[in-house]
Each structure stands twice: as structure tokens, then as C-alpha cells.
């Protein structure tokens, strides 16, 4: 395992030595030599996991498409991504499908350049005369990574629809902890549908989600699904978490 200070200018090279790490952390690290970076993971061969949330790279974010195929061309039975911050990765949903059953963890919280109408990028486009079918794309990424444990989508953008939550609760049986933070008009049936499905969920993060939601609806949420914690801040409300050690006494914590 590697984890570098926050806040380091990190000199890649110096990883290169240790071709047996699986688990690199560089998350909020700066960066000046793009090509050292991007040729890093023809040395770093066996990383499951990868952590470079909010780094700082010199020039132009576009590299870390480059990097994201370099991992795909050498790493086997990669796990773990977290790009937090990187607004401009069209080769993600390649690289989702490409890895498909071993991931486990995906943090792309802030990617909101990778939401909007459009172009899919990354050659993912259900029809290029009209707006991309986000409910079938989250459904899909959802059934090529079935043993997904933490998601977090933090700010994505798009609408997701009760069968979308729905189906990504049933094709993540495995899901731990999910941040849906900033996802538009989530509705109340379509958390119950996730819940239902999500099994395994611990943590939910549902902010600023929708203008709709209030403490009675979490409140039923909660006595529904007691083995949920699930966070909410709502706008022009006091935040808070609701629990699952007393169903019983329902309180507002603040978050």
C-alpha cells in the first residue's frame, strides 16, 4: 500500500520500483511530468486499487483518459477507482465495462461534466440525434458491476427514475454505501425501490435530491428500512441523519 501526503508534489517516477503495490493512493497530490504519469501503470502492473481524488495535474485534465486506458492495457482484477473531481473522463464508462465483475468501489463525486445532455463519450451512445437514455445507462453500468460495494455519485446530475434506483438496488446486491448527493427528482418511490433491493445498504446520502423530501417522509423511510442510516440535508432545513439504533424515538441529529 502507498499513500502520499496530501497536498505533495509527487515525482511518479519514484514509484516505478515497486511493481508489486496494489494499492496507491495519491489523492490530492500535485503533478507536473504528464507523461511519467500516464506511462506509470506499464511498471505498476498488479494495482487493484487506485485513489486520485482531486489531484492536481499540470496542463489539462484530459490525461487522465490516457490513464484510465493504460490501467485497462495492464492491470488485471483492478477493484477500486475514486477520480473525484476529474470532470473530463470520457473513457470512464469504457473503463467500467472493461473491468465489469471485480469492481468494487467507484467514487466519481463532482464529475458533473460527465452527466450532462450530449455525447455519452467513450463510444457509450444509445442515439446521437437525441439526448443520451441516462435511466438505461445507469442500468446498465449497474448489470456489468454487479459486486459493486460503495458507489459514490456525489452531484450527478441527471435524473434517475424510480425503476432506475430500483434496478441498481437489485444489480448491486453487494452494496454497502451510496451517495446520490445533488441527483435530481429522486423520488420517494424510487428510494424504496433501491432500499427494497439493496439489502446490504448501510449508508445512503440523498442532499439535495429533491425539493419534495421532509422529516416525515425520511422519518417513514427509516422505520421501513431500519438497517439504513440515511443522511439528508435539505434546503432551508436543519441537517440531519436519521439512524437505525431507535426506530422507536425518532430524532433530528444534526449532521
Known amino acids: ?95 467500467m465495462f472493461h473491468y465489469g465483475e471485480t469492481l468494487q468501489y467507484l467514487d466519481v463525486g463532482w464529475c458533473g461534466s460527465q452527466f450532462k445532455g450530449g455525447d455519452l463519450n467513450g463510444g457509450y451512445n444509445y442515439n446521437t440525434d437525441t439526448r443520451p437514455n441516462w ?15 460503495v458507489v459514490v455519485f456525489t452531484a450527478v446530475r441527471p435524473i434517475m427514475s424510480t425503476e432506475t434506483l430500483t434496478a441498481m438496488g437489485r444489480n448491486w446486491p453487494k452494496l454497502r454505501q451510496l451517495d446520490l448527493l445533488g441527483a435530481k427528482n429522486v423520488t420517494f418511490d424510487g428510494l424504496v425501490g433501491l432500499l427494497t433491493e439493496a439489502k446490504n445498504l448501510q449508508f445512503l446520502d440523498i442532499s439535495y435530491t429533491t425539493h419534495d423530501m421532509n422529516v416525515r417522509l425520511f422519518q417513514q423511510l427509516q422505520e421501513i428500512f431500519p438497517k439504513c442510516d440515511i443522511k439528508c440535508i435539505v434546503l432551508g432545513m436543519m441537517p440531519f441523519v436519521l439512524r437505525h439504533e431507535d426506530v422507536s424515538k425518532y430524532e433530528v441529529e444534526e449532521a
Not at 511530468?33 to 489539462?60: Q, S
Not at 435511466?135 to 460495494?149: L, Y
Open 1 to 95: 500500500m502507498f499513500h502520499a501526503a496530501e497536498g505533495r508534489l509527487l515525482d511518479i517516477r519514484n514509484l516505478y520500483k515497486f511493481t508489486n503495490l496494489e494499492y496507491l493512493d495519491i489523492s490530492m497530490c500535485h503533478f507536473n511530468e504528464l507523461g511519467k504519469t500516464v506511462v506509470m501503470f506499464d511498471h505498476l502492473k498488479n494495482i487493484k486499487w487506485f485513489l486520485a481524488g482531486g489531484t492536481i495535474m499540470k496542463y489539462l485534465d484530459e490525461v487522465w483518459n490516457d490513464i484510465l486506458q493504460n490501467i485497462a492495457a495492464n492491470c488485471t482484477g483492478f477493484r477500486g477507482l475514486n477520480l473525484w473531481r476529474h470532470p473530463f473522463l470520457p473513457n470512464l464508462y469504457k473503463f
Open 135 to 149: 435511466d438505461e445507462f445507469f442500468k446498465d453500468i449497474s448489470r456489468a458491476t454487479p459486486n459493486m460495494e
